[in-house]
């Protein structure tokens, strides 16, 4: 098959038949643009078009002009989930990032068994997160779950973990930085592997000692790992709602809602998708932004090379 | 690496591992064991497959799989045909507007079809597709990511071996199939893992648009049958809990250097 039509693309030299080369260039990217156009750039432009729209009673399109984005401003629940995505952002990051250093520290090390670790520590990357909210789930059962069985254990009474405001959104944090830092380890585990060893011998022959040598050598040259990681995790942090559905719903009252989770509900459970719409539209902002941080600071690195 | 570890940093090491790995091997007890046992962890307790027997026979999990295999099969094929031919439009060819047409794919790495799911659920329904497996697949199938990852490798294709088989008469695309696929071999293994894992365990998108029992993969199901409303019991939702994800455990645990070097070569860049 591929010869047939090889035949029929037959492309010469390239410089003599400049046309024909770039028929060729098109005819092999159309099939991967129609369907790039068809769900990329064409819901882009959509969603901005349809956020400056109502649906009147009669289902008609209805140019409102920015009353969405008006709306959004004054709707407390908008204002909820943003500022909740940022302390998840904030509550899963850092400490998942730290974590997968430790880890990455650890597992290239002469530690006995250390293929072992690095399953251990990698396991919750492969998982469904359907799979593993299902299994967290059960932990923070009031009552029946592990947690509230632990604490019974220190005759403490049971608590609703995930039915209170003030420790849902902890409760969730948890459980994603459990999911995570196994991920971000790899990053760091490349990023050290490529180090040279002299490095670590000179300081230690300077007799520097190891904490030293790790805050001084170490985390300094892992610093473009340590960005790339962390302008990854923050993106994730923004797509990241499967667990929410079987969990939470996003309660109790919005206590634990994201953006992207209240996208959904306000599409398809209140039906209202102009609404949802505008919300997209801040969400391709943040998500663009965080992009281009990535895109810019990739091009420096590049440059330093 | 030349430093001796301290033995307490090596035991703190392995209890974090231990914690790791705790939530995933209480998943496999409760599955494992009567519901009676759920909670209380004795070694006398009972082994039992009956959990699974009852998830399975409770929900059409049998055509779950089914779904999911297909869903992943038609992604992944859908995505190493078209990837491939764009990524080498991108490496090989110097046309005009490629430039501006290689930033046009590389939007989709900021803006995934994950967070588009309003549009793209309006797009499906346009095509008259909604509730298929077809409907799952297409947005994933022009993946920004696969024709990056292809392009980088096929840029680093020596020139001899192209212009040899130049010579020996291969027109563009036998080029394609002789020289560049056979050479990115690695590239394709370390994409197929990480686009397999990510559709085995996609949820949102799948959950919109599916509605029925043919369509829904083994994910939505699971979220289905483990719906609190259900009322069923903790044991039985643990074993079908397991039985999502057990397919992509064991071929991880398998292949476990693949998968971590996939993920780092993928994820790197």
Same mark, same amino acid.
């Given at each position: 098959m591929p010869d047939q039509v090889g035949k029929f693309l037959a492309a010469p030299m390239p410089r003599s038949h400049t046309w024909l080369n770039s028929v060729n260039a098109w005819l092999l990217l159309l099939p991967a643009a129609l369907l790039l156009v068809a769900f990329t750039h064409y819901p882009v432009i959509a969603t901005i078009y349809h956020s400056f729209f109502i649906a009147n009673r009669s289902g008609n399109a209805v140019f409102v002009g920015l009353d969405n984005y008006r709306a959004m401003l004054e709707d407390s629940i908008f204002w909820k989930v943003l500022f909740n995505n940022f302390w998840f952002a904030i509550g899963t990051v850092p400490t998942s990032i730290a974590l997968a250093l430790l880890m990455a520290v650890w597992v290239n090390r002469n530690i006995r068994g250390r293929a072992l670790l690095r399953l251990a520590y990698f396991t919750p990357t492969v998982l469904p997160m359907i799979a593993v909210a299902n299994i967290w789930l059960f932990f923070y059962t009031p009552d029946y779950g592990l947690l509230d069985q632990l604490r019974g254990i220190f005759g403490l009474p049971g608590w609703n973990w995930l039915g209170d405001p003030r420790t849902v959104m902890g409760c969730l944090i948890v459980m994603v930085i459990w999911k995570e830092a196994g991920f971000f380890m790899i990053f760091y585990l490349a990023a050290l592997q490529q180090l040279s060893p002299d490095l670590e011998e000179a300081a230690a022959v300077e007799g520097a000692g190891r904490w030293y040598t790790f805050r001084r050598i170490t985390f300094p040259l892992l610093m473009p790992t340590t960005l790339f990681v962390a302008i990854n995790a923050v993106i994730n942090s923004f797509k990241l709602v499967d667990h929410l559905v079987i969990m939470t719903k996003g309660g109790p009252s919005n206590a634990s809602s994201l953006l992207l989770y209240y996208i959904y509900e306000v599409a398809f459970t209140f039906q209202d998708s102009a609404y949802a719409a505008t919300l997209t539209v801040v969400l391709l902002i943040i998500l663009s932004t965080l992009a281009l941080m990535k895109f810019g600071y990739l091009d420096r690195r590049v440059h330093y090379q | 690496?030349?430093?001796?570890?301290?033995?307490?940093?090596? @035991?703190?090491?392995?209890?974090?591992?231990? $914690?790791?790995?705790?939530?995933?091997?209480?998943?496999?007890?409760?599955?494992?064991? /009567? %519901?009676?046992?759920?909670?209380?962890?004795?070694?006398?307790?009972?082994?039992?497959?009956? #959990?699974?027997?009852?998830?399975?026979?409770?929900?059409?999990?049998?055509? =779950?799989?089914? #779904?999911?295999?297909?869903?992943?099969?038609?992604?992944?094929?859908?995505?190493? +045909?078209?990837?491939?031919?764009?990524?080498?439009?991108?490496?090989?060819?110097?046309?005009?507007?490629?430039? @501006?047409?290689?930033? $046009?794919?590389?939007?989709?790495?900021?803006?995934?079809?994950?967070?588009?799911?309003?549009?793209?659920?309006?797009?499906?329904?346009?095509?008259?597709?909604?509730?298929? @497996?077809? %409907?799952?697949?297409?947005?994933?199938?022009?993946? %920004?990511?696969?024709?990056?990852?292809?392009?980088?490798?096929?840029?680093?294709?020596?020139?001899?071996?192209?212009? *040899?088989?130049? +010579?020996?008469?291969?027109?563009?695309?036998?080029?394609?199939?002789? +020289?560049?696929? /056979?050479?990115?071999?690695?590239?394709?293994? %370390?994409? *197929?893992?990480?686009?397999?894992? =990510?559709?085995?365990? #996609?949820?949102?998108?799948?959950? @919109? +648009?599916? #509605?029925?029992?043919?369509?829904?993969?083994?994910?939505?199901?699971l979220a289905v049958f483990g719906a609190p409303e259900t009322g069923v019991d903790w044991s039985i939702i643990t074993a079908a809990t397991v039985m999502t994800m057990a397919p992509l455990l064991i071929a991880f645990l398998l292949f476990q250097r693949q998968f971590v070097q996939s993920f780092m070569r993928a994820g790197i860049r």
């Open positions: - | 690496m030349n430093h001796k570890t301290h033995p307490l940093e090596a @035991i703190v090491a392995w209890l974090l591992a231990l $914690l790791w790995l705790a939530p995933l091997a209480y998943a496999f007890w409760s599955a494992l064991h /009567p %519901a009676a046992y759920a909670t209380s962890f004795s070694l006398s307790a009972p082994w039992t497959l009956e #959990n699974f027997a009852r998830a399975w026979h409770q929900a059409p999990f049998a055509r =779950y799989y089914l #779904n999911t295999i297909l869903l992943v099969c038609m992604v992944l094929a859908g995505q190493l +045909v078209l990837c491939t031919l764009a990524a080498y439009s991108f490496a090989r060819f110097e046309f005009k507007g490629s430039g @501006i047409a290689f930033a $046009l794919v590389l939007l989709q790495l900021m803006i995934m079809p994950d967070v588009l799911i309003v549009e793209n659920y309006r797009v499906v329904g346009a095509f008259d597709l909604l509730d298929t @497996i077809p %409907a799952v697949a297409l947005p994933y199938m022009a993946s %920004a990511f696969g024709i990056f990852l292809l392009r980088q490798t096929f840029k680093s294709i020596p020139n001899e071996l192209v212009d *040899a088989a130049r +010579v020996e008469g291969a027109g563009p695309l036998q080029i394609l199939w002789r +020289v560049y696929i /056979p050479l990115a071999r690695h590239t394709y293994v %370390a994409f *197929a893992l990480v686009s397999v894992s =990510y559709h085995w365990n #996609n949820f949102l998108w799948p959950l @919109i +648009v599916t #509605n029925s029992v043919e369509s829904r993969p083994l994910t939505v199901g």
